[in-house]
């Protein structure tokens, strides 16, 4: 709820469990404008269900060793799930390259898991991809 309601990226792409503090408009009491569940946010609360259920990041392994959240930009996380690694970036604005940190050393798939873009592909241990987003990149790295 820290960022207009629609954070939900900062929370599944970590592993964390969604939740939503979203006020039903037609509920008696008293109601935050700012939290009320219109068809715009519901449609965007269901995408993001969909998004968590598929992934179940919450059973993978958090790999917190891999990048330093005070030191490291953009702000970057790892889970390893199964053979995959899901890789999580945070910033305002970022353009230019990240690192994909934790892989074997083989050939991966990058897909932007949450867009449905393909990203091409790379090679572990630690690979490189430019990127452009805004806000977060969510990507899932498959062996191939």
């Known amino acids: 709820m820290s960022d207009g309601g629609d954070d939900f990226a900062s929370t599944v792409g970590v592993g964390g469990v969604i ?4 006020g039903w408009p037609g509920a008696p009491g008293k109601k935050d404008p700012k939290l009320l569940l219109t068809p715009e946010r519901e449609k965007a609360w269901a995408a993001w269900v ?22 490291d930009r953009p702000e970057a996380h790892a889970i390893r799930k199964d ?21 074997q050393p083989v ?6 898991y949450v867009a449905g873009r393909d990203l091409g ?11 452009d987003f805004r806000k977060h990149l969510l990507l899932e790295a498959r062996p191939e």
């Not at 939740?19 to 979203?22: H, I, L, P, Q, R």
């Not at 592909?121 to 990127?131: D, H, I, Q």
């Open 19 to 22: 939740g939503s503090n979203f």
């Open 50 to 71: 969909k998004v968590y259920k598929e992934k179940r990041l919450t059973e993978g392994a958090y790999l917190g060793g891999l990048y330093d959240i005070g030191f």
């Open 107 to 112: 050939g991966y798939r990058v897909r932007d």
């Open 121 to 131: 592909l790379v090679k572990g241990p630690v690979a490189t991809l430019p990127v």
């Open 83 to 103: 053979e995959r690694v899901y890789y999580a970036f945070y910033a305002p604005r970022w353009t230019g390259a990240i690192e994909l940190r934790g892989l």
